[in-house]
């Protein structure tokens, strides 16, 4: 389900790492119909890995 997630500090993720976002609207972390999910993190990031997208609720991006 949607919601927020706060790293109060650093996140580093390396090549192995997997991140599964819910996206089912335009409305940020408020795990509710038209929602998506949303990473905050405070510190410095370093992404790796894969990102997956999981779509719901019948949510058609655009401008992707």
Known sequence: APGTLTI???LTLDPSSLVVF???GTS???GS???Y???NVTGNV???GTF???W???FVASNL
Do not use: C, E, R, V
């Open 8 to 10: 109060n500090g650093t």
């Open 52 to 54: 997956i997208a999981l």
């Open 22 to 24: 819910d996206i089912g």
């Open 33 to 35: 119909p038209g929602s």
């Open 46 to 48: 370093a992404l790796d």
């Open 28 to 30: 940020q972390g408020l």
């Open 56 to 58: 719901f609720d019948n």
């Open 37 to 39: 999910g949303f990473l």
